[in-house]
C-alpha cells in the first residue's frame, strides 16, 4: 500500500493524520533512515518505522500532532532505555520527524456579492478552497469568481442540501438579506463545520439568534458563531471587510482564535445592544 496515495486518499477524505518519518540514525536500528509511518485520524496505520515501543511512542505522538496541527521531533536512545530493547543487535540512535497531514481548508460562501467577491480574492490568496452559492444566476457565475473551486447557482435551499461542510470547512454568510442570513445560519450551526460566521450588526445578529432559539435551535449551538463577522479593524468598504474575514478565518485555522468574540458573547448583551458603527453594519448587499 503506497503511504503517498494513502496520505491523498485521507486529504481527500477531509480527514486528518500524520506522517513519522526517521530523519537521523547512527548506529544499529531495526529500521532504515527515512521510513515512513502514516497514522490516520481513526488511529490505523500504513508503513512502519521498526515496530515496538518507538513506534507506540510515535503513533501516541503522531495523534497529538494532528491534533495540535503542529509538527515535532522525538529523539530515541536504544542504548539507555531498557523499554526499548526488543531482544534484537541494536545499540543506535535516532530522531524521528512528525508532521501533520491536514485537509484543504475549504471555504463555502453563501452570497456573491461585492463582500463575496472581494472575499474570495484575499482567501484564495490564504490558501483557501472556496465553494460560492448564490440564488442569482447572473451574481454566481464562474467569472465573477474565477479562483472558487464551485460555483452553485442555486436557490439556497438547495444548496444547503446539495453541500455537506465537514471539520475542515468554513462557513461564511454574506447574502443580500436578513431572511437568507437567517436560514443559511439555522442550516451552518448543524453542520461540523470547523467556523461560521455572519454578517451584519450587532443587533441584527442578536434578533436572528432569539427568531431561532424560538423555532427550537438549542441555544448552545450558537456558542462558536462568529457575527458579526471579521475581526473588528474598523473596516468600511467590501474591500477591507473582505481582509477583516479572511484575518478571521486564518485566525481560527491557526489555532490564534482564543480572543475572537462568538455569538455567546451576544447573550448577555440582550436586547441592549446598540448598531455597531462598524462594517457588519453596512455589509448587507442589497444589490
Not at 27 to 52: E, N, Y
Not at 199 to 204: D, E, T, V
Amino acid at each position: 500500500m503506497d503511504i503517498y496515495e494513502q496520505i491523498v486518499e485521507l486529504r481527500h477524505q477531509g480527514r486528518r493524520g500524520a506522517v513519522a518519518t526517521i530523519v537521523n540514525v547512527r548506529g544499529s536500528i531495526p529500521s532504515f533512515k527515512t521510513a515512513k509511518m502514516l497514522v490516520r485520524d481513526d488511529g490505523s496505520i500504513v508503513g512502519t518505522i521498526g515496530g515496538g515501543c518507538v513506534e507506540a511512542d510515535v503513533w501516541q505522538a503522531a495523534r497529538e500532532v494532528m491534533e495540535s496541527e503542529k509538527p515535532r521531533t522525538l529523539s530515541f536512545d536504544l542504548n539507555q532505555d531498557p523499554k526499548y530493547d526488543t531482544g534484537l543487535v541494536c545499540g543506535g540512535t535516532l530522531e524521528v520527524f512528525i508532521e501533520p497531514i491536514l485537509p484543504p481548508a475549504l471555504l463555502y460562501v453563501f452570497g456573491a456579492g461585492h463582500v463575496s467577491v472581494n472575499l474570495c480574492k484575499v482567501a484564495a490568496n490564504a490558501d483557501f478552497d472556496l465553494v460560492v452559492a448564490d440564488d442569482r444566476t447572473s451574481y454566481a457565475t464562474k467569472e465573477r469568481f474565477p479562483a472558487a473551486r464551485e460555483v452553485h447557482a442555486l436557490d439556497f435551499d438547495e444548496a444547503m442540501r446539495k453541500l455537506e461542510p465537514n471539520e475542515a470547512s468554513y462557513i461564511v454568510i454574506v447574502t443580500r438579506g436578513h431572511r437568507d442570513d437567517m436560514r443559511i445560519l439555522r442550516w451552518a450551526v448543524q453542520t461540523r463545520a470547523r467556523y461560521v460566521g455572519m454578517i451584519g450588526s450587532k443587533r441584527k445578529v442578536i434578533e436572528i439568534f432569539k427568531t431561532l432559539q424560538k423555532e427550537g435551535v438549542p441555544a448552545h449551538l450558537f456558542d462558536r458563531v462568529h457575527a458579526p463577522i471579521g475581526i473588528d479593524i474598523g473596516a468600511v468598504t467590501p474591500e477591507e471587510i473582505a481582509v477583516a474575514i479572511t484575518a478571521e478565518l486564518i485566525a481560527v485555522r491557526r489555532h490564534a482564535d482564543k480572543g475572537l468574540p462568538h455569538m455567546s458573547w451576544f447573550r448577555s448583551q440582550n436586547s441592549r445592544a446598540e448598531e455597531s458603527p462598524a462594517a457588519n453594519a453596512i455589509v448587507e448587499d442589497h444589490e
